[in-house]
């Protein structure tokens, strides 16, 4: 194994050369090829904090990149209109208030939900209560067991800009870009892939491959044939239009995404601008209307022509093939619904590093990595399913999500929480069982019961642990400076005209 290529840039191309890079020190040659002629989708703005797995591999500065990509902090995401118009909840990252001997804080609060005694389950959780109230601060790991030391963040910022940053530290450690557009691909007498031609002429050879071309897989499947699972029956939106507006004010430390009749619209803050975008179902909108109703909900002025995207959700039967691993669009495609599709990139190249073969069709080896990707992806579909499938609005579009066949491993989920309150999560699953919790909640879908354990203490005993909870939240709230503020001292970015 001498030569890795990677074909595409855009942010998928450029996180993995920077991680491979950083990771393989010079053991291999690495080159990227990219065309300017072909545009990147870049839409994708949000992440979740797991990516702060992926910035301390590459070792990043958090301020120098939040400052170079006009990043702002997040620390969850609200979902307005999904359960019916005017309701709106938020699914906070982190911990829930928290345990109390064997059992989970929610266990508690569903006994007082019961009885009719129990506050807003947002008041329990430091993300949720300090992004209602646009405050932020990192977490400070002196102070103990005070929710202050739980704070857990994520970023929005711009894609395009994340991804030039990264393919400066990519070059800055050993890896060459190649401007140039493929023409042809060839593939040795036992089917790897063994070389791309490009538009010049150069012919260029590598022992593996990352397919990182987008939506057309122009190795992973354009090549090597090797199939796509459409989940559209579970998610049935198949078209996306993404544009930018002017800064809000406050700067909110969330995305927001609000449903409508079709599907729905997601709202990230920058420093610069406010990225905007529309996810639904060709069936129910068409495309020029699609557009207005984007457009007619904007927070700001409109900054530059919509950038509309046709997509099938689902992914690739295996993202390893032979000697080439698809990752980013090439490999499949999830709805931003819970801000995934960076991470899905990350989490797949860092596997990838952890499965590196020594030999290019190490059958063992590609089996466990396309187990994994696997599993992780249909547990994020699941949650994003979860969603749509937990409505009480009015429409024909809502009504099919509502009614439709969930996949087993989401209803196994579904009925063991609507019994009395358990969620276990499985594996390395990406979601925590606070996740489901706050989306379940959130949804208005209460468990008919809790554990039996909750008997153990008194209704006095529970009011007092909850309210201890909530008010010690709430006055860590109150010192938290505002998220404007705290973008403006830690990592004010240049003004953009």
């Known amino acids: 194994m001498r030569k890795i290529l990677i074909v595409g840039g855009g942010t998928a191309g450029w996180m993995t050369a920077a991680l491979f890079g950083k990771l393989f020190q010079g053991l291999y040659d690495l080159e990227l090829i990219e065309s300017e002629a072909i545009g990147t989708v870049g839409v994708g703005e949000a992440t979740i904090p797991a990516i702060k797995k992926y910035n301390e591999l590459v070792q990043l500065d958090e301020a120098e990149f939040m400052r170079r990509t006009q990043g702002t902090f997040k620390l969850g995401i609200q979902f307005v209109d999904w359960v ?35 506050k807003d389950f947002a008041k329990y959780s430091i993300n949720t209560a300090a992004a209602l109230a646009n405050k932020f601060m990192h977490a400070r790991a002196d102070m103990g067991d005070s929710p202050i030391g739980h704070i857990a963040h994520a970023f929005h910022f711009d894609a395009s800009l994340y991804a030039k940053y990264l393919r400066g530290l990519a070059e800055q450690h050993g ?43 122009l190795l992973i499947e354009q090549t090597l044939k090797t199939g796509y699972e459409d989940w559209s029956h579970w998610l049935p939106c198949d078209r996306a239009m993404a544009v930018p507006c002017a800064r809000i004010s406050p700067l909110t430390p969330y995305t927001r995404s609000t449903a409508h009749a079709p599907g729905w619209q997601w709202r990230i803050p920058l420093q610069h601008r406010t990225g905007n975008g529309l996810v639904y179902s060709s069936k129910h909108i068409d495309d020029d209307a699609a557009e207005k109703l984007l457009l007619s909900n904007l927070d700001g002025d409109q900054l530059a022509n919509p950038n509309r995207l046709r997509f099938t959700s689902g992914k690739r039967r295996k993202m390893w093939n032979r000697n080439c ?68 609005r009015e429409g024909d579009f809502w009504e099919y999500c509502r009614t439709m066949e969930l996949p087993a491993t989401l209803q196994r989920k579904i009925d063991l929480w609507c019994s009395n309150g358990r969620i276990f999560r499985e594996d390395d699953e990406l979601f925590s069982e606070e996740s489901w919790i706050q989306v379940f909640l959130g949804q208005g879908i209460v468990p008919r019961g809790y554990d039996p354990l909750v008997g153990i203490k008194s209704d006095p005993q529970i009011e007092q642990f909850l309210g201890n909870i909530a008010a010690t939240i709430e006055r860590c709230v109150d010192v938290m400076p505002a998220h404007d503020a705290y973008v403006s001292k830690f990592c004010p970015a240049e003004t953009v005209a």
């Open 175 to 217: 890896v060459t870009r190649t401007e140039g557009k493929i023409v042809d691909v060839t593939q040795s007498a036992s089917g790897d892939l063994a070389s791309v031609t490009l538009e010049n002429g150069r012919v260029v050879e590598a022992d593996f491959f990352i397919d990182c071309s987008g939506f057309r897989g």
């Open 325 to 392: 691993v698809a990752l980013g669009l090439a490999a499949g495609f999830l709805e931003p619904l819970e801000s995934t599709s960076i991470h899905l990139v990350q989490s797949a190249a860092i596997r990838l590093v952890r499965l590196f073969p020594d030999r290019a069709t190490d059958q063992a080896t590609i089996d466990e990595f396309n187990r994994q990707c696997d599993f992780e992806w249909e547990r994020i579909r699941d949650f994003i399913v979860l969603h749509y499938w937990a409505n009480q």
């Open 84 to 118: 019916r118009p005017g309701q709106s909840y938020v699914h906070g990252f982190g911990i829930i208030g928290q345990d109390w001997e064997w059992l989970r804080c929610h266990q508690y609060w569903l006994r007082s939900n019961q009885r009719g005694r129990a």
